[in-house]
């Protein structure tokens, strides 16, 4: 019974994780959109430096927060299974118990 509950787990995880990283990647999409729309070359190149480099900045900010959504999601299917696993083992072992006891009393 209790590796029945796994497959739903799994695939609720792994939804959870999906939809992190596609809201993560929508909102940086829709900021660095918003950059690059906003970008006008402005004559001098040190200011178009400038207006790059705070680009190259923002989107890289956009790609390092997606990483520690997602490890975060990760980090937390980890300690979810693990507590599956542990639930598990002490079904299973209660489980033998009760047989071995069982076997004893007869």
Same mark, same amino acid.
């Not at 590796?3 to 695939?11: C, F, K, S």
């Given at each position: 019974m209790p *590796?029945?509950?796994?497959?739903?787990?799994?695939?609720k995880a792994l939804n959870r994780w999906r939809r992190s990283n596609a809201r993560c990647l929508k909102l940086g999409l829709r900021?660095?959109?918003n950059l690059a729309r906003g970008y006008q070359p402005l004559g001098k190149i040190q200011d178009n430096l400038a207006v790059q480099t705070e680009f190259a900045r923002k989107v890289f900010e956009i790609a390092v927060k997606g990483a520690?959504?997602?490890?975060?999601?990760?980090?937390?299917s980890t300690g979810e299974a693990a507590k599956i696993i542990q639930d598990? *083992?002490?079904e299973s072992f209660e489980e033998l118990r009760g047989s071995i006891s069982r076997g004893k009393s007869t």
């Open positions: *590796l029945a509950r796994a497959p739903g787990w799994r695939r900021e660095a959109t520690q959504e997602s490890a975060t999601t990760a980090r937390q598990r *083992l002490k």
